[in-house]
């Protein structure tokens, strides 16, 4: 099964400011996930990343605020954009039933 | 967007006994899952039962579907302090490359 490493795992940031958060598979994969896990809560899919086309996004994601990059089959980003303390959350990319280790973001 | 409720949110147990989860979910599903989460990280899949099953084994773990009552259980035999965790069950659409809708989760603690 596919093996993905995620980072940064963990960072603080400013309110206002974007973080990148990477996502590396090491096999060549469709469509790749992103989650978000807020504090106590389960897991909420934020958009499908396909190669070659840009992000499906769920209800209540917009692309402005979680911009996402899929520049080949192994490998997506995404962007946390505009930071505030309400984005304080777990990221997670997925490919599947296989998941990233998580990003855990604070906003101060 | 997530699926369905599971029940118990919380249960506490003693080592040895059996832990059972519930989940039940809204849409049609091609399979449904159970993942183990620790401390809020490090989600694990632990098995998958497709729609044309009713029951299916995994050393401790048992679970079973209903389609007809769109539900779910995770049955955890003689528990150990290492199964505490956050139990989710999740909807699957389709192959297993496809996404993976969750639902609000079970926290277990199992007391020594």
């Known amino acids: 099964s596919a093996v993905i490493s995620q980072k940064p795992s963990r960072d603080i940031c400013q309110r206002g400011t974007s973080l990148t958060i990477q996502c590396q598979v090491d096999?060549?994969?469709?469509?790749m996930f992103w989650y978000r896990q807020q504090p106590g809560q389960s897991l909420t899919l934020i958009a499908t990343?396909?190669?070659?086309?840009?992000?499906?996004?769920e209800s209540g994601f917009v692309i402005d605020k979680f911009p996402i990059s899929r520049p080949n089959l192994t490998f997506s980003t995404l962007t946390v954009s505009n930071m505030s303390p309400e984005d304080s959350s777990i990221y997670l990319c997925?490919?599947?039933?296989?998941f990233g280790q998580g990003t855990r973001l604070t906003v101060v | 967007s997530q699926q369905g409720e599971e029940d118990p949110q919380a249960l506490s147990i003693q080592e040895g006994e059996n832990a059972t989860m519930n989940c039940s979910y809204k849409?049609?599903?091609?399979?449904l899952q159970w993942y183990r989460q620790n401390s809020g990280r490090g989600l694990v899949h632990l098995i998958l039962?497709?729609?044309?099953?009713r029951e299916k084994h995994s050393g401790r773990l048992r679970v079973t579907l209903d389609t007809s009552k769109k539900s779910s259980s995770l049955l955890i035999t003689a528990s150990r302090a290492a199964d505490t965790a956050s139990y989710f069950c999740?909807?699957?659409?389709?192959?297993?490359?496809?996404?993976?809708?969750f639902g609000p989760g079970t926290s277990l603690s199992v007391i020594p």
């Open positions: 997925s490919v599947g039933r296989i």
């Open positions: 849409t049609s599903i091609n399979n």
């Open positions: 096999s060549q994969v469709t469509m």
């Open positions: 999740a909807t699957g659409e389709g192959t297993s490359y496809d996404k993976v809708i």
């Open positions: 039962i497709r729609s044309n099953e």
């Open positions: 990343a396909n190669q070659g086309s840009e992000a499906t996004y």
